[in-house]
């Protein structure tokens, strides 16, 4: 026998409401109350997802995937739309045009290449894992090099791109918070919420203090206009100019190489949410999605990000196409990261199977026919989240007590240090001691 249990929590929230479901199925010969006290608790203590009532009404009305013309009274962003308009226009009639006509140098192939991947890796281990999710810590000589490559990549400063970054996290998939919500349709998230003032994205600083606080960051925010004037017309003419090829190089390695890093680095707030699969969870639009990592320097495996950001890998398998993971993971071999996190093998599979008890409960409320084989899934099903909840009730004991035991080493360590130090005092006093009586001997002839 199994009892589902259906709760809904609804908290009054200004003028907005907060609302959450939380559903889970016990067998009836082992409830346990305090699994369900502990979801409910769960969804109240991750971070609230505040909908308007005209976004509840909308829903309500079977809107799932929105389009941008709901928001288009929103002020055009003019620079924006021109920056990204013309250098996709000379990267598809330009450069194709003088490859035909002129041809171009491998060298200009090189740098076009080399370029590109320092523009990449600058946002997804810099940007993104280093500066929005604090996954690891890096040298100040790798930090400048993240901020100078981002600047290139032209996508704002890191102090502001994190901003923007820490709110998509917290209100993922909200038409009116997430500033590149996947649910206003494709184009919105690739491109379309950049080319106008939205004021969901509006950066709110409060979200990045922490960042705040760095030299390093707010020195390439105050010159964030200059450093991207040098980076993207300044090197590559240098480059150009050096190997015998200004345009050819400027073409490749300036125009091209901005025109495929953006669109790159855009498909993860697009396809990354549309295209792919949900191993870890169902409750966003996060995707994995393997042909996108490829494209994005190992950013495709997307799912499980949003479920476990503060990991410094997106891949986690070590199979898994993740090139970010592989360069964070060799400068830490060099020395120039520390503290890289990873979360713990339990927690992902816990992650894991957490939402496949959730997909088995939603297909067997599904299938029709056969009331006794239904009823023998439906038991199995419970009796297999009965041995899930026991060994989640295990791991959390243990780990409860290594966490124990480690400070009572720790306690141990610094009483052990401050005996040993005491040792020594005493030791000390006697050696003067012995010195003062020598010197009063000598006095006593
Ligand atoms: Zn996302
Ligand atoms: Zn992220």
Not at 6 to 14: A, D, F, P, R
Not at 235 to 255: K, M, N, R
Request: with cysteine.
């Amino acid at each position: 026998m199994t009892l589902r249990i259906l709760s809904t929590i609804n908290i009054n929230y200004g003028t907005a409401s907060l609302e959450a479901e939380a559903q889970c199925v016990v067998s009836t010969r082992q409830f346990l109350p305090e699994d369900h006290a502990n979801f409910c608790r769960k969804i109240v203590s991750s971070p609230p997802t505040v909908r308007s009532a005209d976004y509840n009404n909308r829903q309500a009305g079977g809107v799932k995937f929105m389009t941008a013309s709901n928001w288009e009274s929103a002020r055009r962003n003019w620079t924006v739309t021109l920056m990204f308009a013309l250098t996709a226009a000379v990267a598809v009639s330009v450069v194709p045009w003088y490859g035909i006509s002129h041809g171009f140098h491998a060298a200009a192939w090189m740098w076009f290449a080399l370029l590109l991947s320092a523009n990449e890796l600058a946002i997804t281990c810099g940007y993104h894992r280093l500066f929005a999710h604090a996954t690891y810590e890096a040298r100040p000589a790798l930090k400048v090099a993240y901020l100078l490559f981002g600047a290139m990549a032209l996508q704002n400063s890191a102090l502001v791109w994190s901003a923007g970054h820490r709110t998509h996290h917290r209100y993922i998939d909200d038409p009116e918070r997430d500033p590149y919500c996947a649910r206003r349709g494709f184009w919105f998230s690739h491109i379309g919420w950049m080319l106008r003032n939205y004021p969901s994205g509006d950066p709110d600083l409060s979200t990045v203090r922490d960042l705040q606080r760095d030299p390093w960051v707010m020195w390439q925010h105050r010159h964030y206009l200059p450093l991207t004037l040098i980076m993207n017309f300044g090197v590559p003419l240098l480059i150009g100019w050096a190997s015998g090829d200004i345009l050819g190089v400027f073409l490749l390695a300036g125009i091209l190489r901005l025109v495929v890093s953006h669109h790159l680095t855009f498909c993860i707030n697009s396809l990354a949410h549309i295209v792919g699969i949900q191993p870890y969870t169902d409750e966003n639009t996060a995707r994995d999605n393997a042909v996108v990592a490829l494209l994005t320097f190992g950013e495709g495996y997307h799912n499980f990000h949003h479920m476990f950001a503060h990991d410094y890998r997106n891949g986690v398998r070590w199979w898994q196409w993740d090139p970010s993971k592989w360069f964070i993971y060799t400068m830490h071999w060099i020395g120039l990261t520390t503290d890289l996190k990873r979360v713990p093998w339990f927690k992902i599979r816990r992650a894991l199977l957490d939402n496949q008890f959730r997909r088995a409960e939603r297909q067997l409320a599904r299938r029709t026919g056969g009331a006794q084989q239904i009823e023998q899934l439906r038991r199995r099903i419970a009796e297999e989240y009965e041995t899930f909840c026991r060994a989640v009730t295990a791991w959390t004991q243990l780990r409860d007590q290594w966490l124990q035991e480690t400070r009572r080493a720790m306690i141990e360590r610094w009483e052990r240090a401050l005996l040993q130090s005491r040792f020594k005092e005493l030791e000390y006093g006697l050696q003067l001691q012995s010195r003062r009586m020598r010197a009063l001997s000598a006095q006593l002839g």
